[in-house]
């Protein structure tokens, strides 16, 4: 495999792993032994890479030829495990059967094209996760099922709002606030004895637990930048969650 193909996969491999909410240390090993596999690993023969989660920059440096790098910038980021560990067994099937660019395109488009869950199971597991966490945190089986019912809508609201692509923390106070006033005036009709068990319930579908594990293994990892990005990101959200319900009850509190 020549540089410019080494470039071409290893940055494409790059980017879907952190497109899909792989930690920046995989993201960079993988790299690292994919271009060892090729004799691309030290001397004269490297290859130099530094990923953050909005960025990609990779160097390839072959003989005496200038070195080959190409940065791509990262706008869509999402958490879908499944297309990690199928890059990750891609990786390893690279690393021991060095197979030709075209077979490894060929992967890395059937990769892209896995099928996700489609949206009413999506939907359900929206409704579960809000159900059982307002049971968890002491409400009762009507707090459950309404929670549960706000957080499917929450998932429409997620998803329209996610289409102008908003930054993470309008997204999470303008969710919050949906929820937190659906759940004051469910309180206000009568149809609950208090909207605080329906309202964490339902905004656990928001949390940023996957940030907040991939911010401290990149902590662990010693990848310090990344991590305080990931760390900021966490916080928005938490932040944005916090601005949102408290803004919507003030206001119904008012009225």
Request: net charge neutral.
């Amino acid at each position: 495999m020549t540089a410019k193909e080494l470039l071409q996969v290893t940055s494409r491999i790059g980017s879907m792993l952190i497109e899909y909410g792989a930690e920046i240390y995989r993201v960079e090993d993988s790299i690292n032994r994919i271009a060892a596999a090729y004799g691309f690993s030290d001397g004269a023969n490297r290859i130099e890479v530094f990923a953050i989660p909005t960025s990609l920059i990779i160097t390839v440096n072959e003989g005496d030829d200038p070195p080959l790098t190409q940065t791509r910038r990262i706008t869509n980021r999402g958490t879908n495990l499944d297309r990690v560990d199928k890059l990750n067994n891609l990786s390893r099937f690279i690393c021991t059967e060095k197979p030709d660019i075209s077979v490894i395109s060929k992967h890395l488009e059937e990769i892209s094209n896995r099928r996700v869950y489609n949206v009413f199971v999506q939907v359900l597991s929206y409704a579960v996760v809000g159900s059982v966490f307002t049971l968890f945190f002491g409400g009762g089986a009507v707090e459950a099922l309404f929670s549960g019912l706000i957080s499917m809508l929450l998932f429409s609201v997620s998803s329209f709002v996610n289409r102008v692509k908003p930054s993470v923390f309008f997204q999470s106070v303008i969710c919050s606030v949906v929820c937190a006033s659906l759940a004051v005036i469910i309180s206000r009709l009568g149809l609950t004895d208090g909207f605080d068990k329906v309202i964490i319930g339902a905004s656990m579908n928001l949390v940023p637990g996957i940030t907040l594990t991939n911010c401290m293994r990149d902590f662990i990892a010693g990848d310090f930048l990344a991590g305080l990005y990931t760390l900021i990101e966490a916080l928005l959200v938490a932040a944005g969650m916090a601005i949102g319900a408290a803004s919507a009850i003030a206001l119904f509190t008012m009225l």
